[in-house]
């Protein structure tokens, strides 16, 4: 059974940054030149430390290896985050469902930045400390 198109509202569909054709056009890129692709895509991001190296793959048997921007360092949170707070800290970043029907809520960059404070103020008070590895399992509801 082939899956059915989902259709897209002409609202949705004004608010895209791109389109069917974009997409193609960037895939195809991708696939052909995907060096140069991803390198203009790694500049869309604040580096800390800018990379010098797209990728670095190997697909040998028994030595698959696959290393994006390997050099370079980034801050995820800034490029994700507070990176959007002078100009959509009111803004949604994004939207929460929750399991229960009714229970979703729109997430603005603010609110998003004052709950990563809070979880990032909780690990250091427990002792975690900067490039430590950390793995927690939360249930999360905003």
């Known amino acids: 059974m082939e899956p059915s198109p989902i259709t897209i509202p002409n609202k949705t569909k004004k608010g895209a940054d791109f389109d069917q054709a974009a997409f193609l056009s960037n895939y195809q890129e991708s696939i052909t030149n995907p060096d140069a692709f991803w390198g203009q895509q ?27 921007f390997e050099d370079g360092e980034l801050n995820a949170s800034y490029n994700c985050i507070d990176r959007h707070l002078p100009e959509k800290a009111n803004q949604v970043a994004y939207y929460w469902e929750g399991d229960q029907e009714g229970t979703d809520r729109a997430i603005t960059y603010q609110e998003l930045h004052d709950q990563v404070a809070l979880l990032a103020n909780g690990l250091k008070k427990n002792g975690c400390t900067k490039r430590r590895s950390s793995r927690y399992l939360y249930a999360y509801d905003p």
Do not use: A, H, M, Q
Request: glycine share 8%; no cysteine; hydrophobic share 30%.
């Open 42 to 68: 790694g500049k869309r991001l604040d580096w800390i430390t800018p990379y010098t190296k797209v990728k670095n793959t190997s697909f040998e048997y028994g030595n698959v290896d696959i290393k994006w």
